[in-house]
């Protein structure tokens, strides 16, 4: 049984640009969190989607959007990237109610 | 408020038991965790205490709580070094909530 999927592994953009990252849940998981690991820090949450929809939201501008599909996949969008938005990007995955767990991460580094 | 907060550095003897500290403000929190990263990989899921337990040991790893001065800390016994990481303190309220992580302990191994 896969766990928490994460593409890419790597990603570098330059400022302006969009980027969207994609997670794959547990089998089994219905509900999928985003985080963001800047160097040096713990991760923050970004927001949560249970049933297609955004359930929770962190303190992150609008420029970070989110997806989930009908099969729980999760896509995180940001826009207009900033140098700052460079980071890890963990996506966890959980059944409601249930112990989230990590995938590997996404690196994206912004020039 | 909600803040976790750990020491950002710990140096241990090889063999030695290592002892990493936490302290949190949510009085809500239900679920208390501990996460290790190792670099460049994601985050493993070490052990969780809930708020109605003091104590939870599981192999080498002792997890003790006390709630009325919102302090978690996490003992590594006869620590290797393949316990180099960091460390991180979480909690949340409910398994399925936003985690709310500290900056992480790095746990540094002298031979």
């Known amino acids: 049984d896969a766990g928490v999927t994460q593409s890419p592994t790597h990603l570098i953009k330059t400022r302006g640009q969009q980027v969207t990252l994609r997670c794959s849940p547990k089998?089994?998981?219905?509900?999928v969190s985003w985080y963001q690991q800047a160097l040096g820090q713990g991760p923050q949450f970004i927001f949560q989607?249970?049933?297609?929809?955004?359930?929770q939201r962190g303190n992150f501008p609008d420029r970070f959007s989110g997806h989930q599909f009908p099969n729980y996949s999760s896509e995180l969008n940001v826009n207009a990237l900033l140098l700052g938005d460079s980071a890890l990007y963990l996506c966890?995955?959980?059944?409601?109610?249930?112990?989230?767990?990590f995938g590997p991460g996404t690196r994206l580094l912004v020039l | 408020g909600e803040d976790v907060e750990q020491s950002l550095f710990l140096s241990v003897r090889e063999g030695d038991s290592s002892v990493i500290n936490c302290t949190y403000t949510?009085?809500?929190?239900?679920?208390l965790y501990w996460y290790k990263q190792e670099p460049g990989a994601g985050l493993q899921l070490l052990t969780y205490?809930?708020?109605?337990?003091d104590m939870k040991q599981d192999q080498r790893l002792t997890v003790l709580l006390n709630k009325k001065d919102k302090h978690l800390s996490l003992r590594i016994a006869d620590t290797q070094t393949g316990d180099s990481a960091i460390y991180f303190c979480?909690?949340?309220?409910?398994?399925?909530?936003?985690?709310?992580f500290g900056k992480g302990t790095r746990l540094h191994i002298l031979p």
């Open positions: 966890a995955s959980s059944a409601l109610k249930e112990t989230q767990y």
């Open positions: 089998s089994g998981h219905d509900t």
């Open positions: 989607y249970y049933e297609e929809e955004e359930r």
């Open positions: 949510d009085s809500s929190s239900t679920y």
């Open positions: 205490i809930f708020s109605n337990m």
């Open positions: 979480a909690e949340n309220p409910n398994r399925d909530d936003k985690i709310i």
